[in-house]
């Protein structure tokens, strides 16, 4: 059964961190481009961060509103990608998804993208 989990995520004070975890069943996560998405109440999903595929070299890349405070990283042994979040501010609260696919230009374009977790809940709260 192919599938994408993601856990970690909680409530967590502002300047916190947190790790989230997207770990692949059914499929070589290493195969696909794996982009980090949220949404936040009200608002449209937006791409956060994304890392190539192992053939793709691993390249990472990320939002600006992010840059510098969260990080991606792949662990091919446990078919996992993880988003370190640190630094958090309030305004990162939101539903967490992170998505596989085989991603050839834009990795924001989220119809590119073939497998989806559920998402998880991020909230940065005093």
């Known amino acids: 059964q192919v599938q994408l989990v993601e856990s970690g995520g909680g409530l967590v004070q502002p300047g916190g961190s947190l790790r989230l975890s997207c770990a692949a069943s059914?499929?070589?996560?290493?195969?696909?481009?794996t982009g980090w998405f949220r949404q936040a109440p009200g608002k449209e999903r937006e791409g956060v961060s994304y890392?190539?595929?192992?053939?793709?070299?691993?390249?990472?890349y990320y939002a600006e509103s992010v840059k510098g405070r969260f990080a991606i990283s792949r662990d091919n042994a446990k078919n996992t990608v993880y988003l370190q979040l640190n630094s958090l501010k309030p305004e990162d609260t939101a539903v967490y998804y992170c998505?596989?696919?085989?991603?050839?230009?834009?990795?924001?374009?989220?119809?590119?993208?073939?497998?989806w977790g559920q998402g998880i809940q991020v909230t940065v709260s005093s």
């Open positions: 890392v190539s595929s192992s053939g793709g070299g691993g390249r990472t």
């Open positions: 998505a596989a696919g085989r991603i050839d230009g834009d990795w924001n374009i989220q119809n590119e993208y073939d497998y």
């Open positions: 059914g499929f070589r996560l290493d195969y696909y481009g």
